[in-house]
């Protein structure tokens, strides 16, 4: 089964400055997602950016992007300038792409609270 | 589109009780689930379907039952809730597969059981 592991149970960052959390995963397959999701205090799960495996290329939205590593089984998101609405719990999320796997095919990393100071 | 709908936002039930979490998507997917979200464990997978007249288990199902008679609708029933159960429910929809097939989530359920 897949494991999704977030070491860092919570950041900080300066309003303004940069900021990576980290993720990493543990899978025998090769074509699969990843995703980072923001949990603000209203609770609400807000997609922040996905990443296909099959693909070198890292995903990039806007002031988000993340630091894929197929090989290391890694996947980090960098936040540039951040805001202070930044300020969340996120997470990192692992999807199969193979049917036989549909039921457990997102699993979620225990989260990284993130605060962003003033 | 109002996308993912639960109710309520929060309950609290006795020991023993039985209640209904309801969710509802107008997005037209056929993928719907239902996680459970506890301090420091992520978000794990209780019961999921990919259809009308399909539901599965996933991770945690023990104490909870799910039924999907119509494509919309994904209700998650609590037979005798316990203590342990005590959390955040949030329903999910998505695409059945594909590549666009990011899951979208209702805004979650707070659930204290005494």
């Known amino acids: 089964a897949q494991t999704v592991t977030q070491s860092q149970p919570e950041m900080s960052v300066q309003e303004a400055e940069t900021v990576t959390l980290s993720c990493t995963y543990d899978?025998?397959?090769?074509?699969?997602?990843l995703f980072w999701y923001k949990q603000p205090p209203s609770r609400q799960m807000i997609l922040v950016i996905r990443?296909?495996?099959?693909?070198?290329q890292n995903a990039t939205e806007n002031r988000f992007s993340v630091n894929f590593q197929k090989a290391a089984k890694s996947f980090s998101l960098k936040i540039s300038d951040s805001q202070l609405g930044d300020a969340a719990m996120y997470f990192c999320?692992?999807?199969?792409?193979?049917?036989?796997?549909?039921?457990?095919?997102?699993?979620f990393g225990p989260g990284t609270r993130l605060s962003v100071l003033p | 589109n109002a996308g993912v709908t639960q109710t309520p936002k929060f309950q609290v039930l006795k020991t023993g009780q039985s209640m209904t979490l309801q969710c509802a998507q107008d997005?037209?997917?056929?993928?719907m689930s239902w996680y459970r979200q506890d301090p420091g464990m992520g978000l794990r997978l209780i019961h999921y379907?990919?259809?009308?007249?399909?539901?599965d288990q996933g991770e945690v199902p023990n104490g909870y039952n799910v039924s999907r008679s119509t494509t919309e609708d994904f209700p998650l029933r609590l037979l005798s809730a316990a203590p342990s159960q005590t959390s955040v429910y949030f329903c999910?929809?998505?695409?059945?597969?594909?590549?666009?097939?990011?899951?979208?989530f209702g805004p979650g359920t707070r659930l204290t059981v005494l």
């Open positions: 999910a929809s998505s695409y059945y597969r594909g590549s666009t097939d990011t899951q979208y």
């Open positions: 899978t025998s397959e090769s074509d699969y997602y």
């Open positions: 990443q296909e495996a099959y693909k070198q």
């Open positions: 999320a692992y999807r199969s792409d193979y049917s036989d796997n549909y039921g457990q095919n997102f699993v």
């Open positions: 997005m037209n997917h056929e993928y």
């Open positions: 379907s990919v259809g009308a007249g399909i539901t």
